[in-house]
């Protein structure tokens, strides 16, 4: 099975929920992941699109997206036959609040994701550039990590998204002087103590830094911890459904990764990993299927 749960309905700072929860915009998402042999697919809209995030946090760009409904997007996704998911920011201190809000809807599964470290700025928006805050790269990636780490504890999330985004912007940033592994280490102990699933996630081949997310040596560690792994291309539109497909699943051969985990209401099973009714060969390497 080859699955597809971090999607993005909605177009980042335009648009309208309007728009974006259609049948026919559902419609356009299904086909692409049909055509690519993607057996099951699930929406993950961001927790900060919604009025009820700026009870976990209270930030400008927050401010700005926080206009659609929750429950009414819950509600959209249940005429559907998508899976029900969010992707919510782990946000330090409001673990109480994060809880009372993902326990209110019946998810299949919710992402954990860092995009801001706090006040400190944005890892992947230049707009609140977190690289301005700290005096090295080493230093933000400890940082970076040791909150990752901290996502996985809460034990809030059933998957730990793009685990190195940190990585996003490529030889645009300098690069750690230490060794990654070192700063890797801190998520791979938490996840070693945690069933938190880590997310392979296509969406960097399309970044500056042009690389799966995670990197196989964290994905190698990661493994160790004895992780599992989700998959997913956290497409934006419905043509960057399954983008890098190809390449995502070398990655987990080379791994030796055969099963990905598939999720219903919170609760995960593994499933072998492969294309559903679509030969290998019908497939081009940009993950789009031929004819
Ligand atoms: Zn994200
Ligand atoms: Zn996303």
Sequence with gaps: MLTDYHLHLRIDDVGSAADAFTEENVDRYLAAAEEQGIAELGVSEHVYRFADALELWDHPYWRDQATDDLGAYCEFVGTTSLRLGLEADYIRGAEDRIEGLLGAYDFDYVVGSVHFLGERGAVDD?????????PDADSLWSAYFELQAELVRSGLFDIVSHPDLIKIWGDDRPAPERDPRFHYEPLAEALAES?????????GLRKPVGEIYPSEALAEM???AGAEFALSSDAHSPDQVGFGYEQ???FLERLGIERIC??????RRLEPLGRTGVEANEVTDSGEAAG
Excluded at 126 to 134: H, T
Excluded at 195 to 203: C, F, H, L, N, P
Excluded at 262 to 267: D, G, S
């Design 248 to 250: 995502a699943m070398e």
């Design 262 to 267: 598939v999720f219903e209401r919170r609760a």
């Design 222 to 224: 990661c493994k160790e």
């Design 195 to 203: 069933d938190t699933a880590v997310e392979v996630s296509t969406a």
């Design 126 to 134: 230049r707009r609140y550039d977190v690289w301005e805050s700290f």
